[in-house]
């Protein structure tokens, strides 16, 4: 016994196939968790106007701040220039942002504060760094590499 199928038939046949196609394929997608950079990632692009604002801020002679990365210790050195600044350290690993970590600006005396790096993995992390001297918001970011 043969079974004779006609054009109309093979299209319908091969277009329901790939219909199944495409679905299984969005499913598997759906399935993937995707995960944005930031969680107020929307919120920040309305408001960027004001980090903007910080970042000008931040390039500032008076508001100069540095990092020095003593593997052998696993302790980053944060310097500043102001003394009395308050804020907040953003250490954010772009590849796994469930090892984010936000930790406040606590320096000495003289401008320094030692923070640990012996819970953070190896490679690229990106450090933002948010402060205030009280009259002016500042922000700089930059990147580390932890070996």
């Known amino acids: 016994m043969k079974i004779k199928i006609n054009w109309g038939t093979g299209i319908v046949i091969t277009t329901i196939i790939f219909m199944a196609y495409i679905l299984v394929l969005v499913r598997l997608c759906m399935k993937n968790d995707i995960e944005l950079v930031d969680k107020q990632y929307y919120k920040q692009e309305i408001e960027y106007q004001v980090q903007i604002d910080k970042i000008k ?44 970590k936000n930790m406040t600006i606590e320096t000495d005396k003289n401008g320094k504060q030692l923070i640990s790096s012996a819970w953070m993995d190896k490679g690229m992390w990106k450090v933002k760094v948010n402060w205030s001297d009280g009259q002016k918001d500042y922000f700089k970011e930059q990147t580390l590499i932890i070996q």
């Open 57 to 100: 801020n931040g390039r500032l002679p008076e508001s100069q701040m540095s990092w020095q990365y003593d593997a052998a210790a696993k302790l980053i050195e944060l310097s500043m220039n102001q003394k009395n600044a308050i804020g907040t350290i953003l250490f954010m690993r772009p590849s796994n942002g469930k090892l984010d």
